[in-house]
């Protein structure tokens, strides 16, 4: 980011009440899930519905169930993290394959300043059981990249996220030296694509070869750092964010002078006619500034050809201060208790760190613009404001938009945790338990025992001979309750006039609110 992450203006940028209000639409709200905390930076949501966070300053990732306290033991400590500026503990990820595999992924700084990317193994309570700490050991560190120079406070990046193709990205900035962004053997301005899921476990340290897919974009370069890159060209990309229903990733890429860029990239190798910017992209910093020329576009040679376009831009010369933090693509997780209304669907989501405004960004051309204005709606092209210092965004299985609030106008602790909701989504409905129709034994000898389930009112249970003639009804009134919860019903083998049926092949057919299942019944006398 332009400015460090823990401390920005705090004049012109910061003039709102002290609790910075934060404004949405009609029909959505904001919630504090859990205030009071030191500094978080990066959170991860965890399946079993609980959430991870790491302060940026005292290195630790905590964790805590909506409702429940923090665990008042923190899952770790990262020894000897380097603070200050933009440094210090700055994203986490849990392993897809969690809790088979039970790891997280940090990226942090050191000293002597280096950027880790480092693997730690998470033990205790895996389930969300609630009978153990979630804790790791610091001894289990795995480091998969430890030597990326950390030469300037600022400009680190930030994120390690997961794609939907099991590959971890890695977001570096240039480490405040703009050529370095057109420098893939350097790691700076650059996202790496990085394979772990065949790293050994406990300890250790990876080399290269070990981290690299095969089919990485400069997989063919002799040089073994360039051999991780899958795009370049970046000033600061401190948030991204996979959009796992496109094979997207979402960029925010921090500028300097003039423009904020929100960045997206198809994760396929190149093809003839892409639609989007896809893996070995370089996105044009420091020749561009999101769509405009960089201020130094000739300082580091020759414009190169088909540098990749932003899909959206804002002007930051008209704020005092700006850092564009990428939220990624909405879509409802379908039965969500906040799930957005399906307009929403596909939708992109960035914030600006500095003036807190929150962006809905919808399909236009090859790109994105700012969603048609909605009722309610603060300002014009302004989804929401009020989200000063969010750090890090994530869609929840709830269908709410969670973020992160590092501060409150820089108080000690006054960092938070929230979400913004849909108050219209409808409340989700139980799931529809199948409809079944059983039976005791078969063939059956004189007379039928059924069992029903899944039975809702009205209902009836008729018997059939093959040629689909009605035999007997036996009315809902005669189903009798059974202490599992299911019903049964009985046939007696005889018709509608009391007469016994023929030994022979019948049909019995269940219909509960508009849903039939039928089933053969063999009788015999």
Not at 216 to 233: C, K, Q, T
Not at 243 to 267: F, K, P, Q
């Amino acid at each position: 980011m332009t400015r460090p992450l823990a401390r920005s203006l705090a004049c012109a940028l910061l003039l709102a009440s002290p609790a910075y209000a934060q404004l949405v639409p009609d029909g959505f709200a904001v919630q504090t899930v859990l205030p009071g905390i030191d500094t978080p930076v990066a959170l991860q949501l965890m399946p079993d519905g609980r959430v991870l966070f790491a302060e940026l300053n005292s290195a630790a990732v905590r964790v805590f169930r909506e409702g429940e306290p923090v665990q008042a033991t923190p899952v770790i400590v990262i020894p000897n993290v380097t603070v200050g500026g933009e440094r210090g503990l700055l994203g986490i990820a849990l392993d897809p394959g969690f809790p088979a595999r039970p790891y997280l992924y940090v990226h942090y700084t050191t000293t002597p300043n280096r950027i880790h990317i480092s693997r730690f193994t998470l033990t205790g309570d895996l389930a969300g059981a609630g009978e153990a700490d979630l804790v790791a050991d610091p001894s289990s560190r795995y480091d998969l990249i430890d030597d990326i120079a950390d030469l300037q406070p600022n400009h680190n990046g930030g994120t390690v996220r997961f794609a939907r193709d099991g590959l971890l990205y890695v977001s570096l900035g240039e480490d405040a030296s703009a050529c370095l962004a057109q420098d893939t053997t350097a790691l700076h301005g650059v996202i790496l694509r990085l394979q772990v899921n065949t790293l050994p476990a406990g300890p250790g340290r990876a080399f290269r070869a070990q981290v690299t897919p095969f089919d990485n974009p400069f997989v063919s370069r002799p040089d073994s750092n360039a051999r991780l890159v899958a795009a370049l060209g970046l000033r600061n990309p401190f948030r991204v964010q996979p959009d796992d229903v496109r094979g997207w990733l979402v960029i925010g890429d921090v500028g300097e002078s003039t423009r904020e860029e929100l960045d997206v990239m198809a994760l396929h190798l190149p093809t003839a006619r892409p639609a989007q910017p896809e893996l070995g992209a370089d996105f044009g910093w420091p020749y561009r500034e999101g769509t405009q020329p960089g201020p130094n576009p000739n300082a580091c040679g020759p414009v190169k050809p088909n540098l990749a376009e932003p899909v959206f831009d804002y002007d930051r010369t008209q704020q005092n201060g700006a850092a564009i933090v990428a939220g990624g693509a909405y879509w409802p997780p379908s039965g969500g208790a906040y799930d957005f209304p399906n307009e929403y669907a596909g939708d992109l989501f960035a914030s600006d760190y500095y003036s807190g405004t929150l962006y809905r960004l919808v399909p236009s051309g090859s790109g994105f613009v700012p969603g048609p204005d909605v009722p309610g709606q603060p300002a014009p092209g302004q989804w929401g404001t009020g989200f000063l210092a969010v750090s890090d965004w994530a869609l929840g299985r709830d269908g709410a938009w969670w973020f992160v609030r590092q501060s409150n106008n820089f108080a000690p602790s006054s960092g938070s945790i929230g979400r913004i909701i849909c108050t219209t989504t409808p409340p989700p409905q139980p799931p529809t338990p199948p409809l079944t129709l059983g039976i005791v034994s078969s063939p059956v000898v004189g007379g039928a025992t059924f069992i029903l389930a899944g039975v809702a009112s009205p209902s009836a249970l008729t018997i059939h001979d093959l040629t689909g003639r009605l035999v007997r009804r036996i009315p809902e009134e005669d189903f009798v309750a059974r202490p599992d919860g299911t019903l049964q019903a009985a046939w007696d083998g005889r018709d509608a006039d009391g007469r016994a049926v023929r030994p022979g092949m019948y049909v019995a057919r269940l219909q509960s609110a508009g849903r039939e299942v039928t089933r053969r019944v063999p009788f015999l006398r």
